[in-house]
């Protein structure tokens, strides 16, 4: 969220920075999550039966894998239903379907290979501003698009909490897994209430840029109307991880239940979110042998596991290059920010 509010401000006044500082700060933070990724998985070659892990990924039964990667594609499918719906609620000019469908592929597609699992949104704002969308509604459409994802995904973990509470035999790793759960809670709350801060609200600049997101949050989040659709796709959307990873069990034929997937696999894919890997390798991985035992599987094993999940997702991103390759070249919408953010 916070990377998010950070390209938000950089937007809205791209005459503060010079495009020498910007490209400089960029290149810093892509070098520093690539180092942690290295560092996770250089830690994680040591937990690693190499030799288990090569003689067993061209074992697996390909119809399962297949139908993981399928699985994979129709969550982004979803995803893109969802941000249609938010688009709609925050502006009357939304795009259609097919649009919305290709540019979260294009977006999932540069997520592979960009920070955390969230890089490629940065592509998807850029290219939903040239179809007539204006920026603001693109950046907070955007955001508000994975705040659903990741509401869903909490509620979900909150209410295994006491499952994990049985199931980690490490106590560090579920007080750090609570507070995580704490911290999306209240940067939920701050998301919609920000512009209330006495404080803040006297500021023009934060009035200007966090003040309009908080209004459009309200839009959104506090609406029956506007909530209800996105909010049950976004339930849809957190089942297809635990999906993914279930179908990839069976084409070992390793003990791992649907239900178990259900509940141990959000914090997993939570923890991968975070924006301090190249879309969430190593830190997905170390997190899968956490939780390896309880899904009744070896910690080589759930690292086999968790690397076809990453191939998965990366096939099933495919399209997004070809939607990438073929896409029409459209001006922007003649609006800035700035401009837009006078609107009520």
Partial sequence: MLMFLNWRIWMSNPLKQSPNNSHHKRTIFFLLRLTITFAIIFYLIKKIDFHYLASQMLHANIVYI??????????????????????????????????????????????????????????????????????????????????????????????????????????LTFISLSILVSAVIVAMLLLLFLDRFPLLSRISFFQKILGTLSKDARTVFLSVKNARKPAAYAVFSIMMPPLIIYLIGQAYQFPITLIHCLAIIPPVILLSMLPISIAGWGVREGSMMVVASYLGITSSQAILVSVWFGISLLIASLPGAIFWLIRKETKPMKIDYEADATSP
């Fill in 66 to 171: 297949l139908l993981a990667i399928i699985v994979a594609m129709i969550s982004y499918a979803i995803v893109a239903f969802r941000w249609r719906l938010v688009i709609k609620a925050l502006n009357d000019n939304t795009l259609t379907k097919k649009q919305c469908f290709k540019l979260i592929m294009i977006g999932m597609f540069f997520n592979q290979f960009m920070l955390a699992s969230v890089g490629g949104d940065a592509v998807r704002i850029w290219l939903t501003t040239r179809n007539n969308i204006s920026t603001r509604t693109a950046i907070n459409s955007t955001l508000f698009d994975r705040v659903f994802g990741l509401l869903a995904l909490t509620i979900l973990i909150i209410s295994c909490l006491p499952i994990y509470l049985h199931a980690l035999t490490n106590k």
